[in-house]
């Protein structure tokens, strides 16, 4: 799978803007990643990764408690990391 970085960065900027706002849960954005951008199997992402696949599966599927090392393993090859984001609550307006 070949990719332009135009089109790299876009797909990352998009999948950054749906996990900032709500629209794409931490599993669907991994998975997204991984296939959208890489074009990797998930024991190949895994292993670049230095997460074994059960957790990369884990993650992928929203299931566990995923500790912070790990989801900071798959979006580093991104140039993301986890952080904090100020939700937006209705008597803010």
């Known amino acids: 799978m070949t990719i332009t970085l135009d089109a790299r960065a876009l797909l990352i900027e998009r999948v950054e803007q749906g ?3 709500g629209s794409l ?9 991984r296939t959208e951008v890489t074009g990797l ?5 895994a292993k670049m990764c230095k997460i074994s696949v059960r957790t990369l599966v884990h993650i992928e599927h929203g299931e566990g ?4 090392k790990s ?10 990391q986890m ?7 209705e008597w803010d307006d």
């Open 19 to 21: 996990l900032a706002d």
């Open 25 to 33: 849960a931490i599993g669907e954005a991994v998975r997204r990643l």
């Open 41 to 45: 199997h998930q024991s190949q992402f």
């Open 65 to 68: 408690n995923q500790t912070l």
């Open 71 to 80: 989801l900071n393993a798959v979006f580093r090859p991104f140039g993301l």
């Open 83 to 89: 952080g904090v984001v100020k939700v937006r609550r």
